[in-house]
């Protein structure tokens, strides 16, 4: 059986391109012990991939050149000879870009079918919900009647942070790249202000507006120019939590910008910079409650979804135009179980 692979094929310069991207066909290995064969069933792209693809040291290791680029996966056990994971089963787990992978199981995890669509286990109650969770309530520690502003806001875990403000009583504001995602903020999520920083003819004057009360927590996606309007209008005792800074991950110059810590002094602030991993030890509790929210209708979720394993460039090269709301992810199979 030939098996599909997307491998790295070069290191983008700036925005990536299908350029940067080759197909592969490899024939299968031979199933050993204590290993498993997954179908995948649907893949994540993410915005912190574009990092992984330069050489740039991080906070984890770069994709390498000529390999497969790894991301979040749904997938099917549909060949088992290790005895934690029977065929049948769905798991999650960081796993190549391909259509079928022989695994030795570390690192996947089991998911219920029936608890949620399987695609949920990659944003909601994934990755992305849970970076939404430990941000804005480890960090930002929002209180009823303060005002948070969240940036990219019409993204996976943007629409996630606003809407776990809003069960905590806080009056919400969201930044976001076009009108029908301002109105799918404020009249499907209950954010109560939502900003176009792609329309508005001066940021700053338009998160005052949005924010007559200042701001007290700020959970920032983004970066740049927004993010420096946002931190105009902190108020003492602010809180920022640096989640992305997805402005700057095509730059291919250092970008340059005000200096903040006369305002950190000067408002007695907090900013701090988190990867979700840093909370891994709380993700199963973090995990109940999202899906006990979600459960309960407190709150909505949308995704972006492309059909087909020839799609996930494109989808992902999406995310940096602004083309999704809510998690992107592409479709690749079917169960078979």
Sequence with gaps: MKNKTIILKSRPNGVPTKNN???????????????????????SVDPYMRGRMSDAKSYVA?????????GGVVAEVVESKQESFRK????????????????DVRGLHAVDPEVAPLSYHLGILGMPGQTAYFGLLHIGQPKPGETVVVSGAAGAVGTVVGQIAKL??????GIAGSDEKVSYLKNELGFDEAINYKTTTDINQAVSAACPDGVDVYFDNVGGAISDAVLLALNK??????????????????????????????????????????YASEFGAAAKELATWLKEGKLQYRETVKEGFDQIPEAFIGLFTGENTGKQLVKVGEREG
């Design 62 to 70: 770069p994709y390498e050149v000529g390999k497969p680029i790894l």
């Design 168 to 173: 905590k009583g806080c009056r919400v504001v």
């Design 21 to 43: 991207f080759q197909f592969t066909e490899t024939p299968m290995p031979e199933l050993q012990q204590g290993e498993v064969l997954l179908k995948a069933l649907y893949i």
């Design 237 to 278: 005792f602010g809180r920022i939590a640096i989640c992305g800074q997805i402005s700057f991950y095509n730059n291919t110059v250092p970008a340059t910008g005000m200096r903040v810590e006369p305002i950190l002094l000067r408002k007695s602030a907090l900013m701090k910079g988190f990867i979700v991993s840093d």
């Design 88 to 103: 049948g089963a769905v798991v999650v787990g960081t796993l190549p870009w391909q259509q079928y992978t022989i695994h």
